[in-house]
Each structure stands twice: as structure tokens, then as C-alpha cells.
């Protein structure tokens, strides 16, 4: 083990013991309370039984946009997970193991050899890697993009990065600029394929009747952002609002805000759990899974993660595949590529929705993403 990797681990502990209180602490958190005790403490976490194919993701749009990579593998699958929807996305899958990505301490006894280790789009763990290479296992990098909103923080801790991408073989690029910004940190045997998360959108796996009205979808929406919307809102007769908050431990707290807001406003409110349909003026959809039946009876989509910062955004793809209106806030950095295949996404600041509302257009996606290449080197895994 070399001077930089030991150097690496002890500060990996030391972050360790200082974040310990507040790990606990969290742990008893019901967004945190099965994912952190299995990636800090290892608890029900073994590691994978069979050697195969490991791929790491992060969470759920990463572990569903993996799905037609898994099919027709002759070599077992493995995939490990950052959070609770990705864990719960990938578990859908029939004959695969999964597991909670333990933090990087633990990654080097955790290891077991595989033939070959898939990572998906910015999970550059450096134990991750290091710990597959030095058992004995290829390494590929699939997805990979570079934001500009982070290719500055990128480039100045370029030094480590570089140390990273040693122990990368291959790497399959979103688009030619993520290419050229890779190669610059140190990646080796770059293609570009375009971005997986285009391929196989999504299908309605049920089938709702349309409310005659004009259906406005928030979608995918994050703390604050409920409120931030609909109070631009001038609802009417005309109109079905639904909501779809994007973490199911919100339900709650969003159900508490839009029943406060129906009755201030005079409108009928109800939870989709209870009442299976969507015939109030507003309707919270506290169900997993139902995003995309919800795109298909949506004239118009607010796109959540992007009014709000930080966030980064939402993957358009899904709505855009039903022709709908799509309404986007500006912070949508972390799905740049995403946002560049969907013509007439109307990018508004907040404050600009009641217009947008008026003018936004079906949208069109335009698909430019090749798979086989991937695709060909998982086959070549025996």
C-alpha cells in the first residue's frame, strides 16, 4: 500500500470518529435509518457471494438506468447502492444481489474479487476503485459527465483525481466536452456513448383515465418547493394540480401543506393512497412507483429539484416522452446533457411560472445514445 492511499485511510478515519455522534444520531432518522447503519457500521451489509460483475450506483434514476445493461449477462450481477430508492430500485431486479456501498474505510476489507467493476456517472469513491483493482478486477467508468457547475472544483483538486482515474481501465463519456474535460483529470480509454438515462425511458405501467380537465403536474419536488409553486399558481375550475414529492419520508409534511393551501383556497384535497383517483382539485400522490403513470395524464409538468438550489434537477426524459409541457427552474446543472435532448423545456425563474404556464409547448425528445459499446464489453466478462 502506498504512502497516499495509507494517508488516504487515516484521513477517512478521522472523519470517521468525528462524524460518529452525528451518524448515530442520524441513524434514527427514518430517511437514514436502514441506509446509514449498513454503509457506517456495516450492520446486515456482508459483502457479495458470487464474483461477477459489480456495478455501483448511487440511487434510483442510476439503478433504473442500468436495467437494460443487466439483461441477457451470462455472469452474475452484483450492485451496490448509496441510498434507500436506489436499494429498493435495484432489489426489483430478478437473480441480482444487492447491497448498501459501505463508506471507503471499510471498503478494503469489505471487497471480495470480482471480474469486473461498473460505475456509474460522478460515484469517483478512490477506495472504491483502488479496493477492485488491487482484488483483481477491471474497472469501467460508465455515464461520466463533468457539470459545468463542477468542473472548477474538479480541476482544482485535479492532483486527485488523477489518482482516481489510474485505477479506471475504461470510460464511457456522456458527450465529447465530458470526454475532453476527463482526459484532463487523467482518464484513459475514453469513448463517448451519450447519456444511458436516455435509453429505454420508462413506460406507464398503469393506465389512469384522464380527468377532463387541463392536469398540472409538480413533479419530483423538494423541500420548500410545493410552496414556492403553487403560491404562483392562480388555480381555477379548469384545473387538476397534482403532486409528487420525490422522498417518500415528505408525504407527511407535504399532505399537512397542500390540505392547509385547498382550504385556504377553497378547493378539495385528497391523498392517492386513500382515494386511488384523481378527481379533488389537488391530489398528493404518496405512492412510489406512479411518477410515470402520473406523465401520461399531464398536459403540463413543473419539474422539481430545479427551483429550488442545490438540488440540480430531475431527468426530463420521462415526461418529455409523453409530449408533454415541461416548466424547469434554472438550477438544473446536474442534468445539463438530459436537458439538451427535450426541445421546449421552458426554463423560468420562479416568479415566471403564470407566464410559462401560458406559453409552454409539447415537448420533443431527441435520442442520441448507443449502449451496444457497453453493452459488448460486459459480454466479453466470462
Not at 53 to 67: L, N, Q
Amino acid at each position: 500500500m502506498d504512502l497516499f492511499t495509507l494517508f488516504y485511510l487515516g484521513v477517512a478515519t478521522l472523519l470517521w470518529v468525528i462524524a460518529l455522534p452525528f451518524l448515530l444520531l442520524l441513524s434514527f432518522k427514518q430517511k437514514y435509518r436502514i441506509s446509514l447503519p449498513r454503509r457506517f457500521f456495516l450492520y446486515k451489509n456482508p459483502p457479495f457471494e458470487e464474483e461477477g460483475i459489480w456495478f455501483h450506483v448511487c440511487s434510483f434514476g442510476e439503478a433504473r438506468s442500468i436495467v437494460p445493461l443487466l439483461r441477457d449477462l451470462r455472469t452474475p450481477s452484483n450492485i451496490s447502492v448509496t441510498t434507500q430508492t436506489g436499494f429498493e430500485e435495484a432489489s426489483k431486479q430478478k437473480g441480482v444481489s444487492v447491497r448498501y456501498l459501505p463508506y471507503e474505510l471499510w471498503l478494503l476489507w469489505w471487497t471480495r474479487k470480482q471480474k469486473l467493476l461498473v460505475v456509474s456517472e460522478a460515484e469517483l469513491w478512490y477506495m472504491l476503485f483502488w479496493s477492485a483493482k488491487r482484488k483483481g478486477a477491471k474497472t469501467m467508468l460508465i455515464n461520466a459527465r463533468i457539470s459545468d457547475n463542477s468542473y472548477k472544483s474538479y480541476q482544482r483538486f485535479a492532483f486527485f483525481y488523477r489518482r482516481i482515474f489510474a485505477n479506471i481501465d475504461l470510460v464511457f463519456a456522456q458527450s465529447y466536452k465530458d470526454k475532453e474535460r476527463l482526459e484532463e483529470l487523467g482518464a484513459k480509454g475514453v469513448r463517448v456513448c451519450g447519456n444511458i438515462k436516455a435509453y429505454g425511458v420508462s413506460k406507464a405501467t398503469k393506465h389512469y383515465p384522464k380527468p377532463q380537465k387541463r392536469v398540472i403536474t409538480l413533479a419530483s419536488t423538494h423541500e420548500g418547493e410545493e410552496k414556492l409553486i403553487l403560491d404562483q399558481i392562480a388555480v381555477s375550475d379548469e384545473m387538476k394540480i397534482i403532486v409528487v414529492p420525490r422522498h417518500p419520508e415528505r408525504f407527511d409534511e407535504v399532505a399537512q401543506l397542500l390540505k392547509e393551501f385547498a382550504n385556504r383556497k377553497h378547493l378539495s384535497f385528497s391523498r392517492f393512497s386513500q382515494s386511488g383517483h384523481f378527481e379533488r382539485d389537488i391530489t398528493l400522490v404518496d405512492s412510489m412507483g406512479e411518477l410515470v403513470n402520473i406523465y401520461a395524464i399531464s398536459d403540463v409538468v413543473l419539474l422539481g429539484g430545479s427551483f429550488v438550489q442545490g438540488v440540480g434537477g430531475h431527468n426530463p426524459l420521462e415526461c418529455a416522452a409523453y409530449g408533454t409541457k415541461i416548466i424547469s427552474g434554472p438550477y438544473y446543472f446536474n442534468q445539463e446533457a438530459l436537458y439538451e435532448l427535450v426541445e421546449n423545456i421552458e426554463v423560468v425563474d420562479v416568479s415566471d411560472i403564470p407566464h410559462a404556464l401560458s406559453i409552454a409547448q409539447p415537448t420533443k425528445v431527441h435520442l442520441d445514445v448507443d449502449i451496444e459499446p457497453i453493452k459488448e464489453e460486459l459480454a466479453n466478462v466470462v
